[in-house]
């Protein structure tokens, strides 16, 4: 399928995984639509928007319904309706579980799963009434292995892949397909701040030996978009840490 001239909204896109698949999209002809909680920067603008296609910002908190219901009617009147969903913004507030603050664990749900929901949903309905679109969630291999410390991130992140699932039988009637990538560890600034000695035993337990880069996620979020028999699945990038069979 082809990409050129669709709209496509990547939360959480001013750095790291989600700026990666923006930039991807943004070579595939796609027209972006960047996504923080802070102010987007015009020099990032300008670099997607090099790429031939139009790129706006639409900044606002995604834990808040109403915050997205008032973006999405703004970048709807600046680019009309959005083909493609990419569900990517995402927090993290790591304790242990039997010092872990009920706030923290609130916080992580509100962002990355409520959060999901709370676009996902305006956006599913008005796929569902033109019978086309394409979600992709960011879920993590802890949502399948857990994670010493991630007991709020993995839980709100394997509750995404519940909710991924359930989409993608609901929209299937309508062309409306929705599936999950679940990175592992890959190389962005929240793996540049561990020490050498812990990210070597975090590689002695990947298979592949190494961390994966921002462009491995982003490649497979743009096959996803152009798979039209691809719905309902979750697919790992994670260098064979989780391999089901």
Not at 4 to 17: E, F, H, P
Not at 103 to 130: A, E, P, R, W, Y
Not at 214 to 220: G, M, T
Request: hydrophobic share 40%; with cysteine.
């Amino acid at each position: 399928m082809d990409l050129k001239d669709k709209t496509v909204l990547v939360t959480g896109s001013s750095r790291g995984i989600g700026l990666a698949i923006a930039k991807k999209f943004a070579q595939e002809g796609a027209n972006i639509i960047l996504n923080g909680r802070s102010e987007i920067s015009e020099n990032l603008i300008n670099e997607i928007a090099a790429n031939g296609v139009k790129c706006i910002a639409a900044t606002g908190d995604i834990s808040s319904f109403e915050d997205v219901a008032n973006m999405l009617k703004k970048v709807e009147e600046q680019l009309g309706t959005i083909d493609i969903l990419i569900n990517n913004a995402g927090i993290t507030k790591d304790s242990l579980f039997l010092r872990m603050k009920a706030s923290d664990f609130d916080d992580v749900i509100s962002t990355n799963l409520t959060g999901t929901f709370n676009v996902s949903q305006q956006i599913f309905k008005k796929m569902m009434k033109q019978r086309y679109g394409v979600i992709i969630n960011l879920s993590s291999v802890s949502a399948q292995l857990g994670n010493l410390g991630q007991a709020n991130y993995a839980a709100s992140k394997a509750g995404i892949i519940g909710m991924s699932k359930s989409m993608a039988r609901e929209g299937a009637s309508r062309n409306v397909r929705s599936n999950t990538i679940a990175p592992g560890f890959i190389e962005t600034e929240m793996t540049d701040i561990l020490s050498d000695n812990v990210k070597e035993q975090i590689k002695a337990t990947i298979p592949l030996n190494r961390f994966g880069s921002v462009d491995d996620v982003a490649e497979l979020a743009v096959f996803l978009a152009k798979s039209p028999y691809i719905t309902g699945q979750v697919i790992n990038v994670d260098g064979g840490m989780v391999m089901n069979g």
